[in-house]
């Protein structure tokens, strides 16, 4: 939570520092050609229509299952075919290659659901309530569309609009196929509907069960920021559980005004962790595992002697591999990691500079190696780079100033960060990532915290006092491709696992917030109440362009303290379907938020 303090701090900021950095044209209706393979069941799929979602333009694979079509940067562009799974992929400014894989509609029937009601009972789902915000209360009991056999759409309260007009313009935004009507058939007052538009007539609104009270009014008056979650229960079902009042459907709503959710001995959330009885078998392999089913250069540079042996390897694979920035970087990596040759790793990037340059997916990972292997200077020149190339992307904000901090220059990271401010005021960028928000607002806060004193006059200092709202550790995800899939493995010290998947399949709505706001991160929080080692692990999913992805991970220990520690490691994830052992946190606690 931001306190008032640090709100106060960053007006400051903003009034005494101003943005030098220029801005150029963004290139957001630039049209360019994807094209791609759509299979099935390893299959090449014909017939599958590829379009521009809210448009008529769109084209079929041939029997290869291959395309072409023309898009703008933030299309939607749709996959479906008779049978198949329909899929949604929104198109970035690099995105030039989009392979995809349908599934059969088969693949959705019910056997996995049936197998998680045996298991999931109200007991669990209470327990579960804090850290699943797929569960909600309703006076039936807890309600999660993993153990329903109906459509039971969940929103989390968070993810409301608390500057919307009223609770139902926030739950329309939220829920498409809900609509708000004024005066509908004649009667006074707003409603919310569960039907298109087109088809109201003579259709009955949605009625409301607030906090296990079925209302006979609409909550207009409802205070959007006390909401934890709302559901909406689909009429067939409601008609069943609340009779002649739920002919509309049924809107539920959990608020803070009353106690939700079962808690331990001593008040706390139950640990998720622990909840399903996820007991780590240790089935992740070493990076060195891994290398085995790596390109067979990369096995030759990782077992050079000498720097020589190295360039050596180069020179022999650069006329097959040299068209690639991921092999310019294995190279690189090689040379930094075993011998330190930062010169050398400097010359193969030279040799190789139309390979990065206006591509901010190879600008990103190069950023990446330089910032793991300590040369802040050469990344921030790169981040310069790539904000240059995307203005309009939220996370160019994040990484420049976090880049000005790294080579010291604190004054004018702040500086980035106020100018991130304005353009959310003034709408040039999109504001609305209940995501992104969080993870830039404490990046901000940690640097006012750090390093305010050094910025501001010091007789100040005592005037304004900032302290984090989080004490422990903190890990910090990024990754250079916005399509890359994959999955975390949080091993906690009593040896249970938590996974984190980051995939369209799983969490589309975070996918495409993420594309549409600009951002390719995530954060994880670990408290001090649970001493003890946590391991962390990876399993790469792949991404639309079957190429490798490249992650960054940022360790703060003792965060926001003044004895805080950040380390960064990067990583290439190349071989998919592999769990892969990345690193371990010491000393840490429970993983309290992400």
């Given at each position: 939570?931001?306190?008032?303090?640090?709100?106060?701090?960053?007006?400051?900021?903003?009034?005494?520092?101003?943005?030098?950095?220029?801005?150029?044209?963004?290139?957001?209706?630039?049209?360019?050609?994807?094209?791609?393979?759509?299979?099935?069941?390893?299959?090449?799929?014909?017939?599958?229509?590829?379009?521009?979602?809210?448009?008529?333009?769109?084209?079929?694979?041939?029997?290869?299952?291959?395309?072409?079509?023309?898009?703008?940067?933030?299309?939607?562009?749709?996959?479906?075919?008779?049978?198949?799974?329909?899929?949604?992929?929104?198109?970035?400014?690099?995105?030039?290659?989009?392979?995809?894989?349908?599934?059969?509609?088969?693949?959705?029937?019910?056997?996995?659901?049936?197998?998680?009601?045996?298991?999931?009972?109200?007991?669990?789902?209470?327990?579960?309530?804090?850290?699943?915000?797929?569960?909600?209360k309703s006076t039936h009991g807890y309600l999660s569309p993993s153990i329903v056999g109906y459509e039971l759409r969940v929103v989390?309260?968070?993810?409301?609009?608390?500057?919307?007009?009223?609770?139902?313009?926030?739950?329309?935004?939220?829920?498409?196929?809900?609509?708000?009507?004024?005066?509908?058939?004649?009667?006074?007052?707003?409603?919310?509907?569960?039907?298109?538009?087109?088809?109201?007539?003579?259709?009955?609104?949605?009625?409301?069960?607030?906090?296990?009270?079925?209302?006979?009014?609409?909550?207009?008056?409802?205070?959007?920021?006390?909401?934890?979650?709302?559901?909406?229960?689909?009429?067939?079902?409601?008609?069943?559980?609340?009779?002649?009042?739920?002919?509309?459907?049924?809107?539920?709503?959990?608020?803070?005004?009353?106690?939700?959710?079962?808690?331990?001995?001593?008040?706390?959330?139950?640990?998720?962790?622990?909840?399903?009885?996820?007991?780590?078998?240790?089935?992740?392999?070493?990076?060195?595992?891994?290398?085995?089913?790596?390109?067979?250069?990369?096995?030759?540079?990782?077992?050079?002697?000498?720097?020589?042996?190295?360039?050596?390897?180069?020179?022999?694979?650069?006329?097959?591999?040299?068209?690639?920035?991921?092999?310019?970087?294995?190279?690189?990596?090689?040379?930094?990691?075993?011998?330190?040759?930062?010169?050398?790793?400097?010359?193969?990037?030279?040799?190789?500079?139309?390979?990065?340059?206006?591509?901010?997916?190879?600008?990103?990972?190069?950023?990446?190696?330089?910032?793991?292997?300590?040369?802040?200077?050469?990344?921030?020149?790169?981040?310069?780079?790539?904000?240059?190339?995307?203005?309009?992307?939220?996370?160019?904000?994040?990484?420049?100033?976090?880049?000005?901090?790294?080579?010291?220059?604190?004054?004018?990271?702040?500086?980035?960060?106020?100018?991130?401010?304005?353009?959310?005021?003034?709408?040039?960028?999109?504001?609305?990532?209940?995501?992104?928000?969080?993870?830039?607002?404490?990046?901000?806060?940690?640097?006012?915290?750090?390093?305010?004193?050094?910025?501001?006059?010091?007789?100040?200092?005592?005037?304004?006092?900032?302290?984090?709202?989080?004490?422990?550790?903190?890990?910090?995800?990024?990754?250079?491709?916005?399509?890359?899939?994959?999955?975390?493995?949080?091993?906690?010290?009593?040896?249970?696992?938590?996974?984190?998947?980051?995939?369209?399949?799983?969490?589309?709505?975070?996918?495409?917030?993420?594309?549409?706001?600009?951002?390719?991160?995530?954060?994880?929080?670990?408290?001090?109440?649970?001493?003890?080692?946590?391991?962390?692990?990876?399993?790469?999913?792949?991404?639309?362009?079957?190429?490798?992805?490249?992650?960054?991970?940022?360790?703060?220990?003792?965060?926001?303290?003044?004895?805080?520690?950040?380390?960064?490691?990067?990583?290439?994830?190349?071989?998919?379907?592999?769990?892969?052992?990345?690193?371990?946190?010491?000393?840490?606690?429970?993983?309290?938020?992400?």
């Amino acid at each position: 939570m931001q306190n008032q303090k640090t709100g106060h701090y960053r007006s400051i900021v903003i009034l005494f520092f101003a943005f030098t950095c220029s801005f150029v044209g963004y290139t957001q209706s630039k049209e360019n050609t994807i094209s791609g393979k759509v299979t099935s069941l390893g299959e090449p799929l014909a017939d599958v229509n590829v379009s521009i979602k809210g448009t008529d333009k769109g084209v079929q694979t041939d029997s290869l299952g291959t395309y072409a079509l023309k898009v703008r940067p933030l299309d939607m562009v749709v996959f479906s075919h008779i049978g198949m799974v329909p899929q949604e992929i929104i198109v970035e400014d690099v995105t030039r290659v989009i392979n995809i894989r349908m599934e059969p509609l088969v693949n959705e029937l019910e056997e996995v659901v049936v197998s998680k009601r045996i298991r999931k009972t109200q007991e669990s789902l209470a327990k579960n309530y804090f850290s699943d915000a797929s569960i909600v209360k309703s006076t039936h009991g807890y309600l999660s569309p993993s153990i329903v056999g109906y459509e039971l759409r969940v929103v989390d309260g968070k993810d409301l609009n608390a500057s919307a007009r009223d609770i139902l313009d926030a739950i329309a935004k939220q829920l498409p196929g809900t609509v708000v009507r004024e005066n509908p058939n004649g009667t006074i007052g707003r409603f919310l509907f569960a039907q298109n538009y087109g088809s109201l007539r003579g259709a009955a609104p949605l009625r409301f069960e607030v906090d296990g009270a079925v209302l006979q009014e609409v909550p207009t008056w409802l205070d959007i920021r006390t909401v934890i979650r709302v559901a909406i229960m689909p009429a067939s079902e409601a008609i069943y559980r609340y009779g002649k009042a739920g002919t509309g459907g049924m809107v539920i709503i959990n608020t803070n005004n009353t106690e939700y959710g079962f808690r331990d001995k001593d008040g706390r959330a139950y640990d998720a962790f622990r909840l399903d009885n996820n007991t780590y078998i240790d089935n992740a392999i070493s990076g060195e595992k891994v290398l085995e089913n790596g390109p067979s250069y990369l096995k030759q540079l990782k077992g050079s002697g000498q720097i020589q042996d190295v360039l050596s390897t180069y020179r022999e694979y650069r006329n097959n591999h040299g068209s690639s920035y991921a092999f310019v970087l294995d190279v690189c990596t090689v040379l930094l990691d075993t011998f330190n040759a930062k010169e050398e790793a400097g010359n193969i990037v030279q040799e190789h500079t139309h390979l990065f340059k206006e591509n901010p997916i190879a600008l990103k990972a190069l950023a990446y190696v330089y910032e793991a292997y300590g040369m802040p200077k050469k990344a921030h020149e790169v981040y310069r780079s790539i904000y240059k190339i995307r203005p309009a992307y939220s996370q160019s904000y994040m990484d420049l100033a976090n880049s000005y901090r790294n080579i010291g220059d604190y004054k004018q990271a702040a500086a980035i960060y106020s100018r991130y401010e304005h353009l959310k005021k003034i709408e040039y960028l999109k504001n609305d990532s209940t995501s992104f928000l969080p993870i830039i607002n404490r990046e901000m806060n940690n640097l006012l915290v750090m390093r305010g004193a050094e910025m501001f006059d010091f007789r100040k200092k005592n005037e304004y006092v900032w302290d984090e709202d989080f004490d422990g550790t903190r890990l910090v995800f990024e990754w250079n491709d916005g399509e890359a899939e994959f999955e975390l493995q949080f091993v906690n010290p009593l040896g249970n696992y938590h996974n984190a998947i980051h995939s369209m399949v799983s969490d589309p709505k975070r996918i495409r917030d993420e594309k549409m706001n600009g951002y390719a991160c995530d954060e994880y929080l670990i408290d001090n109440s649970l001493k003890g080692d946590w391991l962390v692990n990876v399993k790469y999913l792949g991404n639309k362009s079957l190429t490798a992805t490249y992650l960054k991970t940022t360790i703060y220990r003792n965060y926001g303290s003044p004895n805080q520690e950040r380390e960064v490691k990067v990583f290439r994830l190349g071989v998919k379907g592999v769990s892969q052992k990345l690193f371990k946190v010491q000393g840490s606690g429970k993983l309290v938020s992400k």
